[in-house]
């Protein structure tokens, strides 16, 4: 858990414009019903040009 909070702590302190520009992060949530129970997702990340950066976790 300790991993995924720093991530997710780089990414906002890359998206908030310490070395330039703010970049706006971006949000992905899915939830899937089925037949054999129910799983979910979701992804935060980034894009600046040609470079993207993405973390996600699904249960």
């Known amino acids: 858990m300790r991993i995924i909070l720093a991530l997710l702590g780089a990414v906002t ?3 908030c414009g310490a070395d330039g520009e703010p ?5 992905n949530s899915t939830v899937t ?3 054999s129970g129910m799983y979910g997702g979701t992804s935060v990340g980034i894009r600046k ?7 996600g ?3």
Do not use: H
């Not at 970049?23 to 949000?27: E, G, I, S």
């Not at 040009?49 to 973390?55: H, K, P």
């Open 57 to 59: 976790l699904g249960l």
């Open 49 to 55: 040009g040609s470079f993207a950066a993405s973390l």
């Open 23 to 27: 970049v706006q992060p971006t949000m």
């Open 13 to 15: 302190l890359v998206a």
């Open 33 to 35: 019903l089925s037949t």
